[in-house]
Structure formats: C-alpha cells, structure tokens
C-alpha cells in the first residue's frame, strides 16, 4: 500500500532532498561518492567491540567496511523507547528478508557495557527472535562512547545525565561510498528499507517489494487512533484475530483483537499509560502475558487523549473486521492495510 507510494517517490530526484537533509542532520560535511576517504579509517574509530557470542571485532574494519549498515545504540534493561526501536528495525530486518546479511548489515550497540555482557545481548536477541545479519554489540565504555560521537548520537550536556535521555536515532550508511544518513527508527519500515536495499546500494539492486497498483486499498479517512496505532504499536501488535491474511512475521506482542471487549476497562487504560509499572508491582494479567511473550511492553508515554484515541480504535477495528467476515469473503480482508499487510 504505501510501498506503492514510495516506488512512485522513491526515484533519483528524491535523493537530492535526502542528501540535503543529511548534510544538515549530521554534523560536519557528508555524501558524495568521494567523501570515502573523508568517513574512512581516519574518521571512524576501529575500537575492540565484543559481539554477542563473545567475539571480538573491530569496528572500522569488522563492522562497517565496504557495507552497507545500520547502527543503533540500545540498551537491554530499557523499558520505554528501545524494544519499539528494535521491534521497528526487526520489521525492517523482514522487509529486506535474504539480503540481510549478505549485503545489508544491522549492529545494535550497547550504551550500558557495565551491565550488557555478551550473553545478556544474546539473550535479548533471541527474545526478539532477531535471524541473520544484526549483531549485538558491546564493548568499553570509552570506546562506545567515542563512536556516539563520531556517529553523531550522542550531545554533551543532554545526553549524558541518564541511559533512557540516549538519542535513538540509527545511523544509516555505506562505508565505501561514504554516504551516511541518520534516520528516525520510527520511519515507516518500507522506507527504512527502501533507503538500506536500494538507496544506499546506489541504486543498483532490484527492490525487494515492488507492490501492483491494483492492489493498493482505495483511499479512507484514517483516524487519529489508526494513525497513532500505525506509528506506535504496529511494529509489534496487529488487530487481527484470524480473520485476515497476514505476512509472514513473528508477531512481538500479542494480536489486539476484541482485547477491549475482553479487558476492563481501567485495566486497559492503566496498562497503555504506565506498563513498566503495572509490570514492576506484579499485576496477576500483565505478568502472565510476559510470562508468555518474553519481551515487555514499553511505556510509550501516551497521554490520556491519546490512549482514548488508540482504545477507540482498537474497538472499531474489531469490529469491522468482525462485521466483513460475517457478511463477505476473504479477499475484501486481504485489501485492508490495518493488519500490517503488505504482501
Ligand atoms: C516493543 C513491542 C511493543 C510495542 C511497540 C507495543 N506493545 Fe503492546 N504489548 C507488547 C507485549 C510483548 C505485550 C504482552 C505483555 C508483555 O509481555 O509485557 C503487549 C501487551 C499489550 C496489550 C495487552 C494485551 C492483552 O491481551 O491484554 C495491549 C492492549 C497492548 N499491548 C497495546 C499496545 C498499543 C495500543 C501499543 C501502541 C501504542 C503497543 N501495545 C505497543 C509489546 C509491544
């Protein structure tokens, strides 16, 4: 659906606006094909990292040399922004599906070495079932904290007071072409892996998802509910209930379907707005369902309008998809776009 879009977009013309936006978001001169040398061996640290099997790599000429890469600095104990960030990348990881790996490569990088030993990361990895190509990286806290910097993720005097203040953003790059981006995680995943499969391979490969025109849904007012459900919990929930068809990615989180007919209400409410805490005093509900799903809900730092928006929403969906599946066939769920569907 919206991959149509971006196809149409997503020609030469385009990477102009990019490359401007880049030049301003990172800091110092960026892009071009000769800037090699410039965001070469010289400007990026080749510091000791520890992968999450416990190997050693170095970071210019192991991690990022001659690749195209995305880098993004987590940390596991995280409970509001990282598990979003990685829910987000591993739908991006999907997108891209066997080319990670081979020409495209994820490193997510541990802010809190102290306490992100190679296990904890490969833990973490696992509990998101993470496949091929994105490796868990730690290593010391100098040295992460120099490529923070060199990537241009880190602000002294703002990001320095607390883990959770660390800038999420993703570095986004080809090493040999020295073309590097900072993206938001939050992109809509087509685009991220729009940018990563073809962008940044100067074009040269064919994209991996080309949708037909003649599937796109037609066009409907989307709520401001959808929207922030789109945006926020799609890279790890879908509303679906066995009633559409859906790709072939491991669900995160469990599916929404009829949980606002089936959860109190207050439950609910108190659930969207502070999950960590639900969590941390042992609610009987929420410590079954991480009991089951391994990973925990982030605390999203919804506001009272915006959950009001989300509840409605995941109501009205039910309930549509309840309403065609009782009257018509499956082809009119398949031309829905809620349910994360894109081929
Ligand atoms: C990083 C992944 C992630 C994101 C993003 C996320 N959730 Fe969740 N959510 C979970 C997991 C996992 C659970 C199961 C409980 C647990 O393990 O903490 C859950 C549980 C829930 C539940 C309770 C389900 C039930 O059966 O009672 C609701 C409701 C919910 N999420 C809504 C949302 C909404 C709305 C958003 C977006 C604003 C969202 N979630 C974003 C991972 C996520």
């Not at 992968?51 to 409970?79: M, P, Q, W």
């Not at 599916?255 to 969207?272: A, G, H, I, T």
């Not at 009001?308 to 082809?331: C, F, N, P, S």
Request: aromatic share 10%.
């Amino acid at each position: 659906m919206f991959s149509s879009f971006l196809n149409k977009y997503f020609q030469r013309p385009f990477l102009l606006i990019i490359t401007i936006t880049l030049g301003l978001s990172l800091s110092g001169p960026v892009l071009s094909g000769s800037a090699a040398e410039v965001w070469g061996k010289n400007y990026f640290p080749n510091v000791e990292l520890t992968n999450h099997l416990g190997e050693k790599v170095r970071f210019f000429d192991d991690v990022i040399k001659d690749k195209v890469v995305a880098l993004n600095f987590i940390y596991t104990s995280c409970t509001e922004v990282c598990p979003t960030e990685t829910a987000r990348m591993k739908n991006v990881a999907g997108i891209l599906g066997e080319r990670m790996g081979k020409d495209v490569f994820f490193y997510s990088i541990s802010i809190d070495p102290k306490n992100d030993t190679p296990k904890i990361l490969n833990d973490y990895r696992k509990k998101f079932g993470i496949g091929q190509g994105w490796e868990f990286l730690t290593g010391k806290e100098e040295d992460i904290l120099l490529l923070r910097k060199k990537l241009g993720l880190y602000i002294t005097g703002i990001q320095d007071r607390t883990l959770s203040d660390h800038n999420i953003n993703l570095v986004i790059g080809n090493q040999a072409l020295g073309r590097w981006v900072k993206r938001s995680p939050f992109e809509n995943p087509y685009v991220l892996a729009n940018q990563l499969g073809s962008w940044l391979h100067n074009w040269k490969q064919v994209r991996t998802q080309r949708n037909k025109y003649e599937d796109a849904p037609g066009l409907r007012q989307i709520s401001s509910g959808e929207m922030k459900f789109r945006n926020m919990c799609t890279s790890c929930h879908v509303i679906n209930g066995g009633l559409a068809k859906l790709p072939n990615m491991q669900q995160i989180g469990p599916d929404l379907f009829n949980v606002v007919q089936s959860r109190d209400r207050k439950w609910l409410e108190r659930w969207l707005a502070e999950p960590d805490k639900m969590l941390k005093e042992k609610d009987p509900l929420a410590t079954a369902l991480l009991k089951q799903y391994k990973v925990a809900m982030p605390n999203l730092s919804l506001s009272a309008p915006d959950i009001a928006a989300l509840i409605q929403y995941m109501d009205e969906e039910t309930k549509r998809l309840q309403k065609v599946a009782g009257k018509t066939t499956a082809h009119t769920h398949e031309s829905h776009g809620t349910t994360n569907k894109h081929n």
